[in-house]
């Protein structure tokens, strides 16, 4: 599997690794798309606070579902999927105030690559 690496501020380098296996309640997805946002280009100018390097950037994805276990929602192998990377309690302030980004109860998704 490919990937690219903002190893410090301003440096890209394309590499590659085994890809993840699916685990229990996982999805594993094919990354077809992926979007660039003001965070990631602030950490790629290292001008982002919160940004520790190498770190892969491009939390906005579009994808296609290759593995997956059975789910509520019915998700299934090949279907067309974005990712919504930030986890919101819906109840804090700022989630009642439609910014579910600024959540006081954030939570990110962790992936695996």
């Known amino acids: 599997m490919k990937y690219i690496v903002c190893e410090k501020p301003g ?13 229990e309640n996982e999805a594993l997805l094919q990354i077809n798309k992926v979007g660039i946002c003001g965070t990631d280009l602030h950490a790629y100018s290292g001008n982002q606070a919160f ?30 999927v974005v990712v919504m990377p930030y986890v919101s309690c819906g ?3 700022t989630c009642r105030n439609g910014k579910t980004n600024c959540c006081t109860k954030y939570n990110g998704i962790r992936c695996s690559w």
């Open 51 to 80: 940004s520790t390097y190498p770190r892969i950037l491009g939390h906005e994805l579009a994808s296609e579902v290759l593995e997956i276990g059975e789910n509520a929602r019915g998700i299934k192998a090949g279907d067309k």
């Open 91 to 93: 109840k804090c302030i």
């Open 11 to 23: 440096e890209f380098i394309l590499k590659e690794k085994e890809a993840p296996m699916r685990k």
